[in-house]
């Protein structure tokens, strides 16, 4: 599934907009969670929404009087879920199969309190101070520059106490990119950049984040951890 490369290859941003559209028409017999996270086994889902959920959560505390930035929000999983307790949300994603389906969720939730923006997420800024910026699984579709532009705009986001905390997966050992691999799973060609931690960390650092602490998402042993070369890890970010 993976091959090492040099970081010469940038992603095909059009190609990743297509794939993210074609997986939102996956909602005849995906719930929402299961489009974003590209997990069809419906156990499998269930184990990794409650186990991340719990540990996301315990990451946040509490919202309550807090704005959250939700950069590639996808179908809303996690917007939805911050919305309950947030004073409110803004949701930005560029996808708009997937930002409509996330709209359909709201709705059916009954929940208001979430601005959605269709937008490339490296390129969105608003002038507003921001008390958590959460980033999930959207750094891996980013080639560098992109990430270097995000967290420009997120350093100038974010509120003097305000934190960051990014989900992403990473390579364990080194840097693995996928370039337009037709994935078996998903039936489709698919782009992917697992980042080591170490390269989060220097990237981060030079928009002056602090790491405050990191750690896997699943223990040791877990099925949740497919694959022997990388792991879905959690990060938390201070300026």
Sequence with gaps: ??????????????AVKTFWDQQA????????????????????????IGLETKKIFSWIGNLSNK???????????????????????????????????????????KIKNIKYELCAAESFFIDEE????????????LHDEDCENLLSNCKK?????????????IGLQERFEIREVYSEALKTKYSNTYRTSE???????????KKMRDEDMFDKGSDLNKWSETRLRIFEFQV
């Design 1 to 14: 599934m993976y091959s090492k490369n040099l970081h010469t290859m940038k992603i095909n941003k059009k």
């Design 67 to 109: 704005t959250v930035l939700d950069l590639g929000a996808g179908t809303g999983q996690w917007s939805l879920k911050f919305a309950k307790s947030a004073k409110s949300v803004i949701a930005v994603e560029f996808s708009k199969g997937m930002q409509d389906l996330a709209i359909s969720e709201a709705k059916k939730q």
């Design 25 to 48: 028409k996956k909602s005849n017999y995906l719930r929402p969670e299961g489009i974003s996270n590209l997990e069809e086994d419906e156990e499998l889902l269930e184990k990794k």
């Design 199 to 209: 390269e989060y960390f220097e990237l981060f650092a030079r928009h002056d984040f």
């Design 130 to 141: 921001i008390d958590i910026i959460w980033i999930s699984g959207l750094l891996c579709y």
């Design 157 to 169: 986001m974010i509120s003097k106490n305000g934190r960051l905390i990014l989900r992403e997966p």
